[in-house]
């Protein structure tokens, strides 16, 4: 540099005091978004378990009969077979393990989350299809089946009738704030999903899975922004033949 510039714009160099201040700076804010990202991992890897889960309760159920519901509440019995609340049962711990919330559903595929029955819920519903348009809704009176519904202290299935005192956690979230009046498959929706040179009539069966995702970390300004829990909904619509439409018997 030429020495005139020199005494014109001295350069100093920067003091190792002011290099210290500096990292004490930048290294907070580089640790939280770090920190970020592996929250942000461990709740990725959260929602595809749970999409996982509502896939394989589909597949489960895409192979039954819906109409069979006088089985038991009981995921251990496969014998006795109920169609709503055994398709749930593959969200449950898998059986003997320490996680299970109550030993009537346990036998499941879940081993790394749990379903808490006070927040979380499943929701299964079967659509009968005739000329791409819904013509009827399973199970009756409710129209969908929700695991909440079932109150395990006295072994009652509450889907069964048309109490409106249901607990329906899937219309709250995490907070217990209710956020939505039906759940997220209706006729609607479904129709909106039909192609026009599909079979007229068919049948589908979707699961809904609504889960709250604790923060693993729970970092102070990430929980300001996100709710803490947050909850995780996955949706599953798959093909069910013994729901199509049947011929009218001739009397």
């Known amino acids: 540099m030429n020495p005139i510039l020199k005494q014109i714009f001295p350069i100093k160099k920067p003091s190792r005091g002011q290099s210290f201040v500096e990292l004490a700076l930048v290294v907070p804010i580089l640790l939280l978004i770090l920190l970020g990202l592996v929250e942000v991992a461990f709740f990725i890897g959260r929602y595809l378990d749970v999409l996982d889960l509502s896939r394989?309760?589909?597949?489960?159920?895409?192979?039954?009969?819906?109409?069979?519901?006088?089985?038991?509440?009981?995921?251990?019995?496969?014998?006795?077979?109920?169609?709503?609340?055994?398709?749930?049962?593959v969200l449950s711990p898998p059986s003997g393990s320490v996680n299970c919330p109550?030993?009537?559903?346990?036998?499941?595929?879940?081993?790394?989350?749990?379903?808490?029955?006070?927040?979380?819920?499943?929701?299964?519903?079967?659509?009968?299809?005739?000329?791409?348009?819904?013509?009827?809704?399973?199970?009756?009176?409710?129209?969908?089946?929700?695991?909440?519904?079932?109150?395990?202290?006295?072994?009652?299935?509450?889907?069964?009738?048309?109490?409106?005192?249901?607990?329906?956690?899937?219309?709250?979230?995490?907070?217990?704030?209710?956020?939505?009046?039906?759940?997220?498959?209706?006729e609607t929706q479904v129709e909106s999903l039909l192609l026009s040179d599909s079979p007229e009539n068919k049948g589908y069966v979707a699961v809904e899975v609504y889960y709250c995702y604790d923060q693993v970390l729970g970092l102070p300004l990430l929980t300001d922004v996100v709710p803490d829990p947050l909850q995780i909904r996955a949706y599953t619509l798959m093909p069910l033949p013994a729901g199509q439409p049947t011929p009218t018997p001739i009397p």
């Open 56 to 89: 394989e309760a589909a597949r489960f159920a895409s192979v039954r009969d819906p109409f069979t519901t006088a089985g038991d509440l009981d995921c251990s019995s496969s014998a006795d077979l109920n169609f709503y609340y055994d398709t749930s049962c």
């Open 102 to 186: 109550d030993p009537a559903f346990c036998n499941g595929f879940t081993p790394y989350m749990t379903l808490d029955l006070d927040t979380d819920d499943v929701v299964i519903s079967v659509f009968t299809i005739a000329g791409h348009a819904v013509t009827n809704r399973w199970p009756q009176p409710n129209t969908y089946w929700a695991l909440s519904n079932v109150d395990f202290a006295n072994d009652v299935d509450l889907n069964l009738n048309a109490d409106p005192g249901h607990p329906n956690n899937f219309l709250k979230d995490c907070q217990g704030n209710t956020v939505r009046t039906q759940p997220f498959y209706t």
